[in-house]
Nanobody, 121 residues
Framework: QVQLVESGGGLVQAGGFLRLSCAAS????????MGWFRQAPGKEREFVAA????????TYADSVKGRFTISRDNAKNTVYLQMNSLKDEDTAVYYC??????????????WGQGTQVTVSS
């Protein structure tokens, strides 16, 4: 089992940037693929980005390609989401996910409590 704690959310102007972090407990972090999902008000949770257990493979939703970068530091049990050129439509609660499957999916894995990102225009 793994516990996940997200941080780094906040209020930012459109065009700005934020860096989210997700710290994981446990000694098997490097065995998990990690993902970021988000849920905007009134919408379903959706996939944002994923990274394989070694960090060599990444996948992005079309809506964030070229703007967001997912990375991980297995020595620190942490996965990051660098978000640049933020848009209003990026406003959501962002959730971290850990799973043995790649890419992570909504139906599986462990979840954090989420961190709010609000983009103002």
């Amino acid at each position: 089992q793994v516990q996940l704690v997200e941080s780094g959310g906040g209020l930012v102007q459109a065009g700005g940037f934020l860096r989210l972090s997700c710290a994981a407990s446990g000694r098997t972090f490097s065995s998990y693929a990690m993902g970021w999902f988000r849920q905007a008000p009134g919408k379903e949770r959706e996939f944002v980005a994923a990274i394989g257990s070694t960090g060599k493979v990444t996948t992005y939703a079309d809506s964030v390609k070229g703007r967001f970068t997912i990375s991980r530091d297995n020595a620190k049990n942490t996965v990051y989401l660098q978000m640049n050129s933020l848009k209003d439509e990026d406003t959501a609660v962002y959730y971290c996910n850990a799973d043995y499957r790649y890419p992570p999916r909504l139906e599986y894995g462990y979840w954090g409590q989420g961190t709010q990102v609000t983009v103002s225009s």
